[in-house]
């Protein structure tokens, strides 16, 4: 079993940034793929980013160039960057680790972006 444990939403201005974390604990396996979805109220859960073992990247259009995913490996951590954060932002942000033929989730951290 894999857990994950999200830190970093809150309460921003439009314009502002956060900086969301995750970190992995568990049976944590090379080669896995970790990133971030979002679901605001009344839509669907949504692919925001995700990031392979090796660095390779994926982003949603509504996120490309305001948000960057990296991660630690050594520490089975990852980040999402969110700069120039607009209202429709606004969501449950929720972790995700894909690894062999199972996928886990985090339990979600909130935020919400209004002046």
């Known amino acids: 079993q894999v857990q994950l444990v999200e830190s970093g939403g809150g309460l921003v201005q439009p314009g502002g940034s956060l900086r969301l974390s995750c970190a992995a604990s568990?049976?944590?396996?090379?080669?896995?793929?970790m990133g971030w979805y979002r679901q605001a109220p009344g839509k669907e859960r949504e692919l925001v980013a995700h990031i392979t073992s090796g660095g390779s990247t994926n982003y949603a259009d509504s996120v490309k160039g305001r948000f960057t995913v990296s991660r630690d490996n050594a520490k089975n951590t990852v980040y999402l960057q969110m700069n120039s954060l607009k209202p429709e932002d606004t969501a449950v942000y929720y972790c995700n680790v894909r690894q062999a033929v199972s996928a886990y989730w985090g339990k979600g951290t909130l935020v919400t972006v209004s002046s």
């Open positions: 568990g049976s944590i396996f090379s080669g896995n793929i």
